[in-house]
C-alpha cells in the first residue's frame, strides 16, 4: 500500500491505522445513499478522523468492526465501502 493511496475502509487491513480522506457527501443520488451518507457522516467518518478495522465477520469479512476516534461501530460491507481513507504508513495496533 503507497502512503497518500486512497482505499476503502472495507479494503483497510485488520490493525491499520487510516485518516478519513473523502467522507460521504450527504448530497444527490437516491434517497437511500443520502442517507447512508448522511448516517456517516453522524457518526464520525469525516475527513481527518482517524479510523482503525479492528476485527471482522467470517466469511468473508462481513461485518467490519471499525474505531473511530475513541467509539466503536460495526458496519457493513456496503457502508465501509462508501468511506475512503489513507493508509498511515508503519501503524498497526
Known amino acids: 500500500m503507497n502512503p497518500g493511496q486512497l482505499i476503502t475502509l472495507f479494503d483497510l487491513p ?3 491505522e487510516a485518516i478519513v480522506s473523502t467522507a460521504p457527501v450527504p448530497t444527490g443520488g437516491e434517497l437511500a445513499e ?3 451518507a448522511l448516517r456517516l457522516f453522524e457518526i464520525g467518518f469525516i475527513d481527518g478522523e482517524r479510523v482503525r478495522v479492528v476485527a471482522r465477520g467470517c466469511p468473508g469479512g462481513d461485518p467490519v ?4 476516534g475513541n467509539t ?3 458496519l457493513r460491507r456496503f457502508e465501509a465501502k462508501r468511506v475512503l481513507v489513507s ?3 508503519g501503524v498497526v495496533a
Open 14 to 16: 485488520t490493525g491499520q
Open 34 to 36: 443520502r442517507e447512508l
Open 65 to 68: 468492526a471499525v474505531r473511530v
Open 72 to 74: 466503536m461501530f460495526a
Open 87 to 89: 493508509p498511515l504508513c
